[in-house]
């Protein structure tokens, strides 16, 4: 089969995956656990054979343990499942009802997206994640995880197409691909797929926006700032970067520049050398900021630059309007944090800087799903339509309008029989 | 300047007006209005020059009357700047606030999505219309015209930026471009322009979406149908199907295919054929139509065209899944409508034929914004992602998420020190 067939097969499932009950999808999530369970031995067989492989290709241990999936993982993919089943449908939920005229109702509807692309990491847990929430929110999936992982993903995505074929999900809803030429070959077909979700390096996932014209849900680099203003609570400014830097180094929400304000700029960085020196962050900063304290120059790089890594560029700027001009310039959209005991200058940069999430006086790894209790995540966008910021099970979902006459034409309104009368109407779409 | 200049002149403006104030925006709008009003006779006289150039260029007549904007049309676009200045601000909603802990709170909150490009069709209306509906979401807009109203567009747009340069709006937030050069220049510039939108010919919105990774509001065909199923009422299956196809042919929610139910074709198609002659339509049947009635057969081709005229193709189904998968076929995703009187079969439509306006027993003419009651129409989507079916303001908007701390690190939470609580807030976000 070509990479289009099991597209086509994959839009036939969506359409009437579509219309699947409640009851239906959560009963077939609780058979995937099920399954996964009692199918524990063999999975774990495949990752070993995986990980073998990896071993012998020296794969970096970070890597391993990523690809790692034991009895533990299962438990709490299976678990991950459960909570999925207790969240809320988010299919067929009345956005809006208007009644047009009388006997004439206009419903706007949720419904799914349709068919979803996923490109993933090494994580096998991903392929159990995303397969999941793709099914509870009605949407099927064509998922391709790392090449390391193929072993532990094929048979992970026939345990779970199995489990789901005992019930009356259409089959096909799920379908896995395997090379790279694969996943060139999906960017090609705009005509089954509906979204794109990349996850994996910025130049993975900038490549894929460059290639195709299906709509790519995610972000290419995460630059985030932390910008000091003069009137900043000194303690509170050197927790929240030491926190936005050395929390979690390696994630796209941790932050990579630190912009401070002139004015308070010889009181705060000392004290900031003295915490970052704390988790060995290297330092770089602009001219100014090396005549405070002792680190190494930046260079026009640093300001673009998704370190990802234990350090940190530094800049001093003259007010708040050139923080907020270097974060639009140089940031990504994604998350960016003003630490301030002023209220006005807290709306302005919230107003002002273009980014997904804008914070005040707090740390920049807020920005995940998890904690913003969004109930499951599907991914961090940085787009400006659709979906932006950590994006929940909503961003697998689009509406439908649906109209109810009872032999309603327009020409009934051009004649005058009937006039538009456009009330809201509190009820919720039912034939 | 050219027209990376211009986009970058947009993006700069659009951050500003992000964060415009309600009454800055309505007196702006204000203000454009009286602009227009008070300059009239300039823009009449440079409206009478196109007009003189496509006489001589032999433009067809109701292309002619669509380039027309005398006193009459000036008046028609400064009341739709009224009914704007009435609507509620879209910008700075809350549309969800919860709280990740004692103190540290989240407000997802709209906004504008930046900078729209927008190239419409030869009347110059569009220009008014679009641009004030950015200006009313915070959107900048860079616009493109007809070449046969280049002399009315460039002085309406002068106007405009000229009445709002006196206000509180950033100078810039409207740009207009001349040549088709400039629009394909526009297609490239994905870091300045978020969203296009394009209106006028299939053709042309086809080369748009193809030609830009820039994301693209709109739709290409409106291949609508109307399925008369086998328990409907063959009056009201004769009205709606003839108010589908001819009560206004030339726009994109006319229906092109009917399809009909085979135990009801024999009763039905006579009845139809006597009300669609009345309007003279050309009918093109499959071959078990033309054994009821004595029209041409339709070919292949004929189920993917939109004839945009008096025209009709008719195929006789089995039943109504074959409906669903004729419509989910050669259907552009626009407007479908069922004829039932089956509650059973009405779900069953409007939940599996995959377009954004699925209608039971009604016309496919309702399908647009002034009718649904959006108060202004930014477009009309076929896309599955952002926004689907006749777009209102909201469709000029993304949102972000703020997040207010007080000094709230994620260490204390790995520590131990803070919960996450995730409970709703009733409140709207305000420093």
Known sequence: ??????????????????????????????????????????????????????????????LLKRLKFDQAKINDVCQGIQSLIKLD??????????????????????????????????????????????????????????????????????????ATEKTAIPSGWIQLMHTRQDVSAMLKLDSSIDLIIPRGSNEFVKYIMDNTNIAVLGHADGICHVYIDDSADINMAVNIATDSKCQYVAVCNAAETLLVHKDIAQAFLPRLKDSLDKFNVELLGCEKTTK???????????????????????????????????????????????????????????NLVDAG??????????????????????????????????????????????LIGKGHTVTDFSNGKYKYTHKNIEKDFNL
């Open 1 to 62: 089969m070509t990479i289009a067939d099991i597209a086509s097969q994959a839009k036939s499932a969506s359409i009437l995956l579509a219309a699947v009950k409640t009851d239906v999808k959560n009963n077939a999530l609780a058979e995937i656990a099920k399954a996964l369970k009692a199918n524990s031995e063999e999975i774990i067989k495949a990752n070993l054979s995986d990980l073998e492989e990896a071993e012998k290709n020296n794969l970096a241990a970070p």
């Open 89 to 162: 449908d988010p299919v067929g939920k009345t956005i809006k009802a208007t009644e047009l005229t009388n006997g004439l109702e206009l419903y706007k509807v949720s419904c799914p997206i349709g068919v979803i692309g996923v490109i993933f990491e090494s994580r096998p847990d991903a392929l159990v994640q995303i397969s999941t929430l793709c099914l509870k929110s009605g949407n099927a999936a064509m998922l391709k995880g790392g090449s390391e992982a193929e072993k532990t993903n094929s048979i992970l995505a026939k345990i779970i197409a199995r």
């Open 292 to 350: 405070i304290i002792d680190i190494k120059p930046a260079d026009d790089n640093d300001w673009k630059t998704e370190y990802l890594d234990y350090k940190l560029s530094i800049k001093i700027v003259d007010n708040i309007d050139e923080a907020i001009e270097h974060i639009n310039t140089f940031g990504s959209g994604h998350t960016d944090t003003i630490v301030t005991s002023s209220t006005k200058n807290g709306e302005k940069f919230m």
């Open 357 to 402: 999430d804008v914070f005040l006086n707090c740390s920049t790894r807020f920005s995940d799903g998890f904690r913003y209790g969004l109930g499951a995540e599907v991914g961090i966008s940085t787009n400006k339509i659709h979906a932006r910021g950590p994006v929940g099970l909503e961003g697998l979902l689009i509406y439908k309008y649906k």
